[in-house]
């Protein structure tokens, strides 16, 4: 099932093995049996002479080391095309971006992807950073989300991706546009999310009622591409609002942050000092 890179990359990134022989209730005796300084590859051991090593990955989500699952045990493999289907047209999407619908022919970032995955799980406020037509955009849209259902829980968050610029100079609105079709159930269009969410920045509040009916583990993913565009084609009033308000969202249990940005913007969002501590808590994956 696993090979022995594996087993080695497992053993050097388990710090909290311990729990992970109390989830298996390895008996004390036992445990004092492994190795000093070589306690995790003993549990790994253990686990393969009973023949339970398909029970690790499960482990360690409940243990909270989903990011080994992801970034260790996952195969690095492209996703699986579904049984009977033929990808019709061309492989190549050109100059556009390639989108969740293109999954299945997205090829050779498998290593990246599983980084991005990673860091989503453990943060609330992630930065794709690197030169124009790098595959930023590309790989959060085919990489990232359509694994998000390996991480735990993921397979019930609902994702919602804008550009700040699109369709005018206001993020609020480029946003309210994404949320209304969702929210209108509750009473709420466009021009009212946006009013509301200018006024209060409580995203939070509009998550849980986009939420409404999911399970508990649901998260509201915002996947903000070309982030540069707040500074290029938005109205300067709108921006310290909108960034006190991401600042504000990535304190909210239920909501998450992915966003693209060119390389050559960054310095932009160092002028706010909100921003740049969310890009200084959160090291930048260059795409």
């Known amino acids: 099932m696993f090979i022995g890179r594996q087993k080695l990359a497992f053993a050097r990134r388990l710090d909290n093995w311990q729990d992970l022989a109390d989830y ?49 045990l996952a195969p690095l493999s492209t996703p699986a095309a579904l049984p009977g289907v033929t990808w019709q047209g061309s492989p190549f999407p050109g100059l556009r971006h390639f989108t969740p619908d293109d999954a299945m022919i997205f090829f050779g ?30 790989l959060v849209a085919a990489g990232m989300l359509p694994r998000l259902h390996e991480i735990s829980g993921g397979q019930h968050w609902q994702w919602v991706r804008f550009t700040p610029g699109d369709p005018g100079d206001d993020p609020f609105v480029a946003l309210a546009v994404k949320l209304a079709s969702s929210l209108e159930r509750h009473g709420l269009n466009g021009r009212t999310i946006a009013e509301r969410l200018r006024a209060s920045g409580d995203l939070a509040a509009l998550a849980e009622l986009y939420l409404t009916g999911q399970p508990a583990a649901a998260e509201l993913l915002l996947f903000i591409d070309q982030f540069e565009e707040l500074f ?34 960054y310095h932009r969002c160092l002028d706010h000092p909100s921003l740049a501590a969310l890009l200084g808590r959160v090291p930048e994956l260059c795409g």
């Open 24 to 72: 298996f209730d390895i008996a004390t005796s036992e445990r004092h049996s492994f190795a000093p300084g070589r306690e995790p590859q003993g549990v790994w051991e253990w686990l393969e002479a009973r023949q339970r090593l398909s029970e690790l990955p499960e482990a360690l989500r409940f243990i909270d080391r989903t990011d080994i699952v992801v970034e260790i």
């Open 109 to 138: 970032r498998n290593q990246e992807t599983a980084e991005l995955l990673a860091r989503v799980q453990r943060e609330r406020f992630v930065a794709v950073v690197g030169a124009s037509g790098s595959g930023k955009s590309s």
């Open 232 to 265: 290029t084609l938005t109205a300067p009033e709108h921006h310290r609002r909108f960034i006190a308000m991401l600042a504000r969202a990535a304190q909210s249990p239920r909501l998450r942050t992915v966003l693209t940005l060119r390389a050559d913007f």
